[in-house]
């Protein structure tokens, strides 16, 4: 019989990359991980790691085993929501998870919501970025994601995970009170060529955004200005250090003498959000009864466009 906990560290080492990653996600020792999938190869009677520099990787043996430990759990999640349907109202611990402004603007109200329409169902937050968001949900430490659409995510043939687009949040074009723009109904991208820019610090899922944006509209923007997070673009904006792309589920500080202004023409940037589950949890009651609730706050909000 294969212990079934050998198979979780081989499938933890599979998401992470590394067996010192799969490791520390599974709050066990690098050795003791490595101990665990000696024993799972000898049962098995296969190689299923292979030295490769200073590291190691997956075997073919291995792929082959991962993709049937995919499965199974999958079938085993479908099974469990069967299940649970059988109990008629959704109850027990749903865990949430999502970027900051989906947390203010939607989770946080959605959780308050539940608690009046579903009295036996209890929800937890938790802030994470899309990466850790994945990897909240593999290690079962999360059960729905609501995450940006990015290159850097699972791709959507990912046996491992369930993931619904839910809504598109366009971005404003962002100009002090006083600026020519900020009269304009629209604002055309190719017009701002000239305009100094805030952007993004390199390598940030904004940054990307804004400059393909850019390029899309036949220019590289001038960068005047980098940051993290939105209230500071949105200073720097304020003191006409530059304009700046911010999307429009994103609160602007309210003493900030600033104004939106929406982006016309065909190159209107976009985040694209989805929630994302462990392939098979999507059915589950408690998930179909938050989502039902989500949709509902995602069609409530102002200027944001829902998926369907």
């Known amino acids: ?33 490595s101990q665990q999938i000696r024993l799972l190869s000898k049962d098995l009677g296969v190689p299923l790691l292979e030295p490769v520099g200073r590291g190691v990787r997956l075997s073919s043996a291995a792929q082959i085993l991962i993709a049937h430990i995919d499965a199974i759990e999958a079938m085993w999640r479908l099974a469990e929501a ?7 109202e959704p109850s027990g611990l749903l865990r949430l998870c999502g970027f ?47 995450v940006e659409a990015t290159p850097d995510n699972p791709p959507p043939e990912d046996i491992r995970f369930d993931a619904q687009t839910v809504f598109n949040d366009p971005f404003d074009l962002v100009v002090p009170a006083d600026h020519w723009v900020a009269a304009t109904d629209k604002a055309d991208l190719r017009d701002l060529e000239r305009e100094p820019w805030i952007l993004g610090v390199p390598g940030s899922i904004h940054r990307r955004h804004v400059l393909t944006a850019c390029s899309n509209a036949g220019f590289r ?58 392939r098979g949890g999507a059915r589950r009651p408690s998930v179909a009864a938050v989502m039902a609730l989500l949709d509902e706050r995602i069609r409530a909000a102002e200027g944001i466009d829902p998926a369907a």
């Open 1 to 33: 019989m294969i212990d079934l906990r050998r198979l979780h560290v081989l499938r933890a080492i599979a998401h992470h990359g590394t067996v010192s990653g799969a490791a520390k996600a599974l709050h066990m020792s690098t050795s003791a991980a």
């Open 82 to 88: 069967e299940l649970q349907a059988t109990e008629g």
């Open 100 to 146: 900051p402004t989906a947390i203010a603007t939607l989770l946080a109200p959605l959780v308050d919501t539940a608690r009046d329409r579903h009295p036996k169902l209890e929800l937890r937050l938790r802030e994470a970025e899309a990466s850790e968001s994945f990897d909240l949900l593999f290690a079962g430490e999360a059960d729905l994601a609501l």
């Open 221 to 278: 923007p001038t960068v005047t200005g980098e940051a993290r997070e939105w209230p500071v673009i949105a200073v720097m904006v304020h003191h006409r250090m530059g304009v700046a792309l911010i999307p429009r589920l994103v609160d602007l500080p309210h003493h900030l003498d600033l104004v939106r202004v929406p982006i016309g023409g065909p190159y209107t940037p976009y985040r694209h959000f989805r929630a994302v589950t462990l």
